[in-house]
């Protein structure tokens, strides 16, 4: 089975080896018929600690690397 890949903006760097991703999706209600944005974080694992604040960056399903983490930073 692939794996997820979603795309979003990092707004945490506070922990080491993690950064938190806000994902932003936007959908059509079903009964107003009105655009919702709709957002989630995620903790993601990032080796290197090369992202900051602002970034857009790609994340990937992985193996759980600690309690929370289960995603992993692919690009930026």
Not at 48 to 75: H, L, M, Y
Request: net charge positive; hydrophobic share 30%; aromatic share 6%.
């Amino acid at each position: 089975m692939p794996k997820r890949i979603l795309q979003g903006t990092v707004t945490s760097t506070a922990n080491a080896q993690t950064v938190t991703v806000t994902v932003e999706r936007r959908y059509k209600h079903p009964l107003l018929h009105k655009t919702v944005r709709s957002s989630k974080k995620y903790r993601a694992h990032d080796e290197i600690g090369s992202f900051n604040v602002g970034d857009t960056v790609r994340i990937q399903e992985c193996a759980p690397k600690s309690k929370t983490k289960r995603w992993e930073v692919i690009a930026s």
